[in-house]
């Protein structure tokens, strides 16, 4: 990167001019930022350098300084990207301005004059891209190139957006990845197996490429500021340890829960007055031609999610379904002071209609809520985006910091927990689970943490409103009398 010399300059006059205080750690930092490839990607383990690298890469005075500049950054999500436009904001203050919606960073120039734009952009999928196909970017960053971009062929597609016409100018991709997600196939076998430490040529594209791996010890800083972090990570069980410590991308799929087990279930004990009243949930994937899974969930003062109990039962219609889930609730009176759930997540079967006869037709929405029309339950459609639910589940099994953020009680689960160690991992994408028969119990589980971590999600940005505002919102869903402690949750 000629004229940055490897560290953020600072501003006089709208001209880049001496350094600053932030500057690339020595070894895979300094290399990434030194490298002339078209396609330059670094990945593997968690806490490594590679997002902070691409931020650096895009004050590059060769470019920004021309009006006629256009980037592009994506990120996986809204969220994601959110994220990351906060982190710009202070990387780039003095060099920038964002601004816009969708976001956009404008550059400062030279003597006052405007400089180039880089757009800020997130993929969920090809058709959120689609607006940028075409275009031409001198420049290209894809955050977590696993998690968004699910084929070769996708890719390819951005690839040809990323060209010049200015003169001088040459067009230059950064991509930042893990192992796992959609997208491990593809980019194990185009960076990883091609280009690791080594610059690939390819005779299709004629370019060059390079892969280059990045692990936390690559990351002093971070050791140095947060050595719980890096303990954490050091302790992890396989596969994790290899995938999100060693940074490698030949971890064997297998069993998907294989971090579940007896060491997280727990003795029944009473949960009274407002907590049950506020913090129970439900999940259900209702059966069609394969058994119906429901689960009552708790989530705890701490954070923590409990799974009370679960039912897992086929060859019944949806009516003698809802009426046996519905007693098992009121039969655990008892635990839950006699209270119902706030919400029962569910699988989006649950709003198709099916026939029951030649004459009739029925609705598993019209059945539930008949039978629950006693309580005040609200039965709502779950999240179920499988990549999304499954890291949430990968979240509450891992014990971060060596805290469960998810345990069961035993006497009241055992289908449940025969049914989670027989799913394998789905060999196209080592973050999901297979879709494999007896996954009923699997898709509940998901559909319930994934919910329930929305709620928590939802009072934390309350939580953060209020603060800001000093107004105390009205709807706090039962749960701001409660502290949330540290788990691995919140």
């Not at 345990?407 to 789905?426: G, H, M």
């Amino acid at each position: 990167m000629q004229g940055i010399q490897g560290y953020v300059p600072s501003v006089t006059n709208g001209t880049l001019t001496s350094m600053r205080t932030w500057r690339p750690q020595v070894g895979k930092q300094e290399l990434i930022l030194q490298r002339s490839e078209r396609e330059v990607c670094a990945g593997g383990a968690r806490g490594g350098i590679k997002s902070e690298s691409g931020l650096a890469l895009g004050i590059d005075p060769e470019v920004i300084y021309n009006p006629r500049f256009q980037g592009l950054v994506i990120r996986k999500n809204y969220q994601d990207l959110a994220d990351w436009i906060q982190r710009a904001r202070i990387f780039y203050d003095g060099f920038a301005t964002i601004m816009g919606n969708p976001s956009e960073i404008h550059w400062k120039g030279k003597n006052g004059q405007a400089g180039g734009i880089t757009r800020l952009s997130h993929w969920k999928d090809t058709s959120d891209i689609s607006s940028h196909i075409g275009k031409e970017y001198q420049r290209l960053n894809i955050e977590e190139l696993t998690d968004c971009v699910k084929s070769l062929e996708e890719y390819k597609m951005l690839l040809g957006s990323c060209r010049s016409t200015i003169e001088g100018v040459k067009p230059k991709i950064y991509l930042s990845t893990n192992p796992g997600g959609p997208g491990h196939g593809w980019v194990k076998e185009y960076f990883v197996n091609k280009a690791t430490m080594k610059p690939y040529y390819d005779d299709g594209l004629k370019s060059w490429r390079i892969f280059i791996p990045t692990t936390i010890e690559d990351n002093p800083i971070l050791i140095e500021r947060d050595p719980e972090y890096y303990n954490y990570l050091r302790s992890l069980p396989e596969p994790l340890y290899s995938m999100w410590y060693k940074g490698s991308w030949d971890v064997a799929p297998g069993m998907f829960f294989y971090d579940f087990d007896t060491h997280l279930s727990i003795e029944p004990h009473r949960i009274l007055g407002d907590l049950a009243a506020n913090r129970l949930f439900g999940a259900l994937d209702i059966g069609v031609g394969h058994p119906t899974a429901f689960g009552l969930f708790y989530l705890t003062p701490e954070g923590r999610i409990e799974l009370l109990f679960s039912y897992v039962k086929k060859q019944q219609d949806h009516r003698s379904h809802a009426q046996a889930i519905f007693q098992k609730i009121e039969s655990f009176g008892d635990w839950i002071d006699g209270c119902f759930p706030l919400k029962i997540f569910c699988g989006h079967d649950f709003d198709r209609t099916f026939k029951a006869s030649q004459e009739v037709q029925i609705c598993a929405r019209d059945e539930y809520e008949d039978v629950f029309r006693s309580r005040d339950t609200q039965f709502v459609l779950a999240n179920i985006e499988r990549v999304y639910g499954c890291q949430c589940l990968r979240t509450v099994l891992s014990c971060a910091k060596g805290v469960p953020a998810f345990l069961y009680w035993k006497l009241f689960n055992s289908e449940f927990e025969t049914a989670l160690k027989n799913i394998p991992v789905d060999k196209t994408n080592i973050e999901c689970y297979d879709k494999v028969t007896g996954d009923d119990a699997a898709d509940m589980f998901r559909y319930g943490v994934a919910g329930v971590m929305s709620e928590i999600n939802t009072e934390k940005q309350r939580r953060e409103t209020s603060k800001r505002t000093g107004v105390i919102p009205f709807d706090m869903s039962g749960l701001n009398n409660y502290e949330f402690k540290e788990t691995g949750l919140v």
